[in-house]
């Protein structure tokens, strides 16, 4: 079975480390400068606690970290790739725009290890569950398709490095973008009084939204602090269309400030809409 490092032990990154794992792949990863929360999901995992120099020696290198982040891993990892005798596939599976890939590739690229564009889309794994979907893009997708084997939901994306990012963008732009708008307009709603009737409106004539609502605000509210940076690199993936970049420039502002403590009385506001309607 190949060696897997999958960085880092977050709440995706432990779940996938433990797929791996119960498929039989050895799966390590980096503790380093972690908090107890990311050492308890790595141990739970059966993920190990590994150096750079072991990492870098790995078959496929998994990079699953917040958007902002990414960058700056593949620097800090480049001198170990690059002084490594046999390199590991390096997939970055993160949320970023190709233009964040594109930099990255070209940052790996000059160690010397293969580069492939990942994408996750869905929630983390969970017993039982089939997702989520990983999809990989790139020149020469074949060495990963033993991840297929070791339980995860593997697909090749047509196209070029690039190719997973903007799908990547384009479904969490559609999905995380719904649910930054929702926010704003119910928040608008419940400043004005008129939260109640905006929910009563909604339960007649668009239940499925308010459903989706009620499961959609709660799972929003701990990630905010991520989806920030994510809906920038969506602002950036958009390129000359000025107006779809000031919306999602305003959908990181916006979920930016949910995810400070300013806007703990927001995201109260918004979790208590959203528990009043699953309970219609």
């Known amino acids: 079975m190949p060696t897997i490092a999958v960085i880092a032990p977050g709440a995706m990154g432990s ?10 792949a050895r799966v390590l990863t980096v503790l380093e400068g972690r908090g107890a929360a990311s050492r308890a999901r790595a141990a739970a995992a059966g993920m190990v606690d590994s150096g750079l120099d072991d990492l870098v020696a790995t078959d496929i290198l998994l990079s699953i970290v917040p958007p902002a982040d990414a960058e700056a891993l593949a620097r800090r990892l480049a001198p170990a790739l690059a002084a490594a005798p046999r390199k590991p596939v390096y997939v970055d599976a993160n949320a970023v ?3 964040t890939i594109a930099r990255l590739a070209a940052i790996v690229a000059e ?9 996750i889309l869905g929630l983390p794994p969970k017993p039982g569950s089939k997702g989520p979907r990983v999809y990989v893009s790139g020149d020469d997708t074949a060495p990963v398709m033993v991840l297929r084997d070791l339980g995860l939901d593997l697909r090749v994306c ?5 190719a997973a990012s903007s799908l990547k963008m384009s479904y969490a732009g559609l999905n995380k973008g719904l649910t930054a708008l929702a926010a704003i307009m119910i928040l608008a709603a419940e400043h004005a009084g ?26 929003m509210a701990p990630k905010a602090y991520r989806w920030a940076p994510e809906m920038g690199e969506i602002a950036d993936f958009l390129g000359p269309d000025a107006a779809g970049r000031q919306v999602f420039s305003g959908y990181a502002e916006h979920y930016g400030r949910l995810a400070a403590e300013t806007g703990e009385p927001e995201i109260a506001a918004l979790i208590r809409f959203a528990a009043a309607a699953a309970e219609r």
Do not use: C, M, W, Y
């Open 15 to 24: 779940a996938i480390g433990a797929r791996l794992v119960g498929h039989g």
């Open 97 to 99: 725009s190709p233009g």
């Open 111 to 119: 160690t010397g290890a293969p580069f492939l564009d990942g994408a």
């Open 194 to 219: 008129a939260g109640a009737a905006l929910q009563d409106e909604l339960a007649e004539n668009e239940p499925v939204l308010l459903a989706r609502l009620a499961k959609a605000l709660p799972d």
């Open 158 to 162: 047509p196209g070029g490095v690039g």
